[in-house]
């Protein structure tokens, strides 16, 4: 029995039993209350605790595979870089003999492999570990610096990229496709690889250097 309880009787008429009764004072219902509400928070922080570790192990996971990422791509982008001056080169000898501009562009035809011959991308970079982490959030957890570069990384891969659609639109232009204007359609393939791709790899390669060190895990 609690120290600060007491036994009350309560009579009863003839021929029914006492009934006793515990009597508490106020200090024992307020230990009791204090119990619970320590419980309580007892169990919210241990709740919190827990689903912050949880947290914790998916944005590193999601940083992790994003860093996993952009090393690859880095190694696309060096592979991608020197096939691209080798492409360069090829237009720049074109340029220069009006015979072989006749054989790449004849017969209404423009033929690419002269020029590119494993087409005008020879490596593609991935943002698939982007897309999923900024689908979980990500840039609310990781810092302003950590999430401003890698959209930058991100957005210049892009443009990257667009080479293919927009050497694509040249060659699709019926006037692309005429012989005599041959030697103007190479210089706006060539221009196009300057823009979109090979002007832009070596700030890129420092981003990714940047990155890939500033995401490492500690």
Known sequence: MPQHAKNKIVPKHDGEKLEIYTVRDWK????????????????????????????????????????????????????QYAYDQQVLKS?????????????????????????A??????????????????GHNILSKITFKQAALLTRIYDEQARIMKVE???AKVMFDPQARKTPNAHATLMLIKDNYHAWAVDRVP???????????LLKED
């Open 203 to 213: 700030g890129l390669l420092k981003q990714y250097d940047e990155a890939i060190e």
């Open 28 to 79: 024992e219902y307020v230990g009791e209350s204090l119990l619970i509400v320590f419980s309580v928070f007892l169990g919210l922080f241990f709740t919190e605790f827990i689903n912050s570790r949880h947290e914790k192990k998916e944005t590193q996971e999601l940083v992790n595979n994003i860093r996993a990422e952009l090393i690859k791509n880095k190694q696309f982008t060096v592979e």
């Open 165 to 167: 659609d927009e050497v």
């Open 117 to 134: 011959p494993a087409g005008v991308l020879y490596r593609y970079l991935d943002n698939v570990a982007w897309d999923v982490a900024k």
């Open 91 to 115: 237009i720049d000898s074109a340029l220069a003999d009006p015979k072989l501009q006749a054989r790449i562009v004849t017969n209404d035809e423009f033929h690419l492999n002269y020029i």
